[in-house]
């Protein structure tokens, strides 16, 4: 396959994760206030969450970029998808009528777009696992 | 060490020996550090930031003793719609609209704001604002906004 198909997944995938999570930490607040919104936690476990899941998705979109650690970001980029699809289908069913916060304040994106753009994303997850050859003692 | 796909950066960064799983727990143990160094630059909790406290379901609203309404959404959707008696009220008419609402307004009557619905958050903004400005507690936003009010389970 040639190269820069192979590239376009963590590319694309990197690139949504470092501005997610770089919109996110620059207004902290928000993203607390968006954690809130779910009505699953409060207090200081929603300013943990809230600190770091953009931390998670700057560091893992970024070691994207790295081949030697692209199997492991996407490792933990999937499974941060997958929390997160059950996380949506949960507010969904409880009727919560929010916003999901996915990409700081100025998103707006509901709770229904969000379930099915992240779909897309673990697309681009698995490609990413699928044609990520290096094995675990591969060189960079 | 093949050179190919590795463009820049020292080599040690790549930790080559390093299995999958080794590199999952050093990227969540960075994460932790990062977000422990921003929790401690940040400082506490932000209760203040907490705007969902505010908050009140339609079913609620339904519940409150004659509240004033006020309408948060742009003009041109005021004008195709709105609940009667609300009040509309933003960032851009605050002064004038505010002093309408004075007019209905006593601080025994809560006020409920509401905007668009999905996804917006001018109703938290200016109910916090009109709490600020008000100096009262019982000023809140409508969960659901105008798509809620219009199609909700408990429409009015």
New interface residues.
Partial sequence: MKRWIILLPPVLLGGFFVISGGLKLAAPEEFYRAVLRYRMMEGEAAWAVALLIPWLEVLAGGFLFLRAWRKASALVILALLFVFEAILASAFLRGLDIECGCLGSGGGTSVGMAFVRNLFLIAAGLTILRTDHTSDEAAP | ??KA??PW?P?WF????????G??V???A???L??IG??LY?GP??EE????SWSVSLEAARGLPNPLWVDSRPESAYATAHLPGAIRLDFDNWDQALGDLLLEWDPDRSVIVYCS?????SSQAIAARLREELGVDSIFWL???W??LRHGDHAL
């Avoid at chain 2, 619905?117 to 958050?121: I, K, P, R, V």
């Fill in positions: 060490m093949g796909f590795l950066g080599t790549y930790l080559s020996g390093m299995s999958t799983f590199r999952v050093l990227l969540l960075l994460t932790l990062a977000a921003h929790g940040l909790v932000p930031a907490a705007l969902d619905g999905n996804g917006c958050e969960e659901g906004g798509s809620k």
